[in-house]
């Protein structure tokens, strides 16, 4: 549904995006992630057609972004980073100007605007001025900008944003109920979002392209090895940590044992070993036969956020390194 | 064409929803006002003067009230023009839609064209107050109104380049003050520019008088339709909107 071949964007003196290139299949979410000027909005800026790349090109919904901007157009629909919206005009008007620019008209205009309203829990400020809405609202009307010509492919910059607990849920629900029919792109800085929302992850990083992958597949790739947590509590009120250190590392195959913490006489033990050398039988084994209950024993799935962050900092590293040789 | 009518709409909207087109409706109303009476009044009192020498000069109201009001309407509308188009484009960068339009299916030019003729139907809706102290005119007095009509005429083409040239400008930056300042500041100049013909007559002098916007706006105020001011407002108006396209495509590049 979207190809990207080595899209570049140059501004005075930076290259903001620098030949990235990656394929989104049709129905999928993709969560973009990166740090605070990564280059995501202006790879999104270049697929929805905004800004022209300086280098490369990308098809989006079938159409080439440079040869066919108009067909491209009609095709997606666009969260920016601000909702881009008109503080003078009110909620119903402004989703009917919008409709109709995207080329909806009568009757189905109209029922675009109901639904998109209620999807988008934004009834119940339909005759507001948008100037005096809240960011969240805000926020919501943007997305339901963003769909009510219900486009193919959907550029989310930073959807949740703004947004309270409950709404950001609704928002991720309905994303989530959105694909499969739409093409999803979104942009984000909150990892557990990518985690639930997301198949597919593009990670970039000074405007390079990091990583692209499943969710899954990234987390076992940068486990190189493997962890698990037990929690160990004491039998008679207190719990002597240092001692069930000691003995978690006496076990085979085990590396490194941490704790991780410690509440009155139960304790939580990170323990590292080399991949396939460990035997969590023999953990559970180590624990009881001295005295201790074994609370828990589970596999340390590594957090997105931890992989993020090694992998951008690999990255910069890296380009750190490059940087010494090359002086 | 459709398209261009939603823009226009919406711009025509943001307009009336704002005080802005009721404050420049009031002051150009007042200010009009004030020079429509001042003008009667010095018309009425020459007109007595003259009966008392007992001389019989032809008076002309067509001559000596309609037109140099009609002047002056073309010359107050310099003032309010800025007012009008700074907002344009300006606005729409500073607070990001321009990123819905520009995302949206629909031509760039398209954008231009429906922003502009907002900004014109704003600007008629300023000369139907002129009207209505022209229609007094006709209630009391028995003037020709073909050159009336063909003062409008002129008033328009001639508001129609200046505000092209204003919706130029205002593409030019996020900035509503900067985009009005510089857009008053280069009208007055194309209105002043017209001097250097009234005491030079070289080829660089008739060039500049060429290019002033008002002095093209005379024929009109006579009543004559002189094809080549009506070629030059036009190619004004084209040559505005297409810098402005121009500019809408290049402020992709930057922004
Ligand atoms: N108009 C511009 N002119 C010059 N440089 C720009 C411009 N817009 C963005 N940049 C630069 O391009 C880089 C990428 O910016 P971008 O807005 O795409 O980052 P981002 O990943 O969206 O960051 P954030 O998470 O903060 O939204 C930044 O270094 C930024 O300074
Ligand atoms: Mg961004």
Redesign the pocket.
Known sequence: MISVKELTKR??G?I??NQISFDVAKGQIVGFL??????????MRMLTCFLPPSAGTATVAGFDILEQPIEVKKRIGYLP?TPPIYPEMETAEYLKFVGKLKGLSGAELRKRIDYVCERCAVGDVKTKLLGKLSKGYRQRVGLAQAIIHNPEVLFL??PTAGLDPKQINETRDLIKGLAGDHTIVL?T?ILPEVEQTCEQVII?NQ?KLVATDSVRNLQSRARGAESVLVEVAGRNGSLEVPAVQRKLEQVSGVGRVVCKQQVDSRALFEIESQKGRMARGDLARAVVESGWDLNELRPAAMSLEEIFLQLTKSESAATETAKKESE | MRNVWIICRKELGSYFVSPIAYLLLTMFAVIFGFFFWNMLGIFVVEGMEMQMRGQVYPMNINEQVIRPLLMNAGVIGLFFIPMITMRLFAEEKRTGTIELLATSPIRDLEIIIGKWLAALLLYCCLLLFTALNFAFLFRYGNPDWKPLAMGYLGLLLQAGALLAIGTFISTLTKNQIIAGAATFGVELLLWVIGWVGEYETSGWARGFSYMSITSHFESFGRGVLDSKDAVFYIAAIFLGLFLTARSMESLRW??
């Open positions: 501004y005075a930076i903001a995006v990166g740090p605070n000027g990564a280059g995501k909005t202006t790879t980073e910059d930073e942009s800085h970039i405007g | 930057r922004s």
